[in-house]
């Protein structure tokens, strides 16, 4: 039987030397490989000069040792007593994210969790919830629309419910420099929050 290659003792074969195919002259092979293997494996475990020292740790404390290793490595990579810098970039993709309109406007998917600002274009314009068929929002989308445009503002649905909180149905009216909130509660459903009247 060929003599395994090791370097650490984990490396090793332990069903090498098998027995009868094994010849005895290669005994002190075997041997010299286990000699070097642990060696290797605790040869750190020596006193001043290169002197032995026994080990007399127990299989806790080592592992204790290896865990407290660990963590300096990790201390020494990372500095955790600094507080981190957040970039400005990240603020601002924590912030809602702003969707100018200055006419009639349709949401669209990516409108979901944005300000619908209503920046221009005086009165009489709609902003319109498309049907879920069309455009399928996911339950619990909020949707918040600013009216600064100058006049009443109509907010609509298509085929699907619109309900005011404290009952009502169907399109409303924004004044203007009024805010209203978009949330849609159920496939078909969304409610609407705010100053508003019935269109």
Same mark, same amino acid.
């Given at each position: 039987?060929?003599?395994?290659?090791?370097?650490?003792?984990?490396?090793?074969?332990?069903?090498?030397?098998?027995?009868?195919?094994?010849?005895?002259?290669?005994?002190?092979?075997?041997?010299?490989?286990?000699?070097?293997?642990?060696?290797?494996?605790?040869?750190?475990?020596?006193?001043?000069?290169?002197?032995?020292?026994?080990?007399?740790?127990?299989?806790?404390?080592?592992?204790?040792?290896?865990?407290?290793?660990?963590?300096?490595?990790? +201390?020494?990579?990372?500095?955790?007593?600094?507080?981190?810098?957040?970039?400005?970039?990240?603020?601002?993709?924590?912030?809602?994210?702003?969707?100018?309109?200055?006419?009639?406007?349709?949401?669209?998917?990516?409108?979901?969790?944005?300000?619908?600002?209503?920046?221009?274009?005086?009165?009489?314009?709609?902003?319109?919830?498309?049907?879920?068929? +069309?455009?399928?929002?996911?339950?619990?989308?909020?949707?918040?629309?600013?009216?600064?445009?100058?006049?009443?503002?109509?907010?609509?649905?298509?085929?699907?419910?619109?309900?005011?909180?404290?009952?009502?149905?169907?399109?409303?009216?924004?004044?203007?420099?009024?805010?209203?909130?978009?949330?849609?509660?159920?496939?078909?459903?969304?409610?609407?929050?705010?100053?508003?009247?019935?269109?």
């Amino acid at each position: 039987m060929p003599l395994e290659s090791a370097t650490y003792i984990p490396e090793l074969t332990n069903t090498n030397p098998v027995g009868a195919s094994d010849q005895k002259s290669e005994g002190d092979d075997h041997l010299r490989l286990i000699k070097k293997t642990i060696l290797n494996t605790f040869g750190a475990f020596v006193g001043t000069a290169g002197t032995p020292k026994s080990i007399t740790l127990t299989e806790d404390e080592l592992n204790d040792c290896a865990q407290k290793s660990a963590a300096a490595t990790i +201390s020494a990579l990372y500095d955790f007593t600094t507080q981190p810098t957040i970039s400005s970039d990240l603020v601002a993709r924590e912030n809602v994210r702003r969707n100018a309109q200055n006419g009639n406007y349709t949401l669209v998917l990516g409108d979901a969790g944005k300000l619908i600002h209503k920046i221009s274009g005086g009165g009489g314009e709609t902003i319109t919830i498309p049907a879920n068929a +069309s455009v399928a929002f996911p339950i619990g989308t909020v949707i918040t629309i600013v009216n600064a445009g100058g006049g009443n503002l109509t907010v609509a649905i298509t085929t699907d419910t619109m309900r005011i909180d404290g009952g009502g149905t169907g399109s409303r009216t924004l004044a203007d420099d009024g805010v209203a909130t978009l949330i849609k509660v159920n496939t078909t459903l969304w409610f609407i929050l705010g100053g508003l009247s019935l269109s």
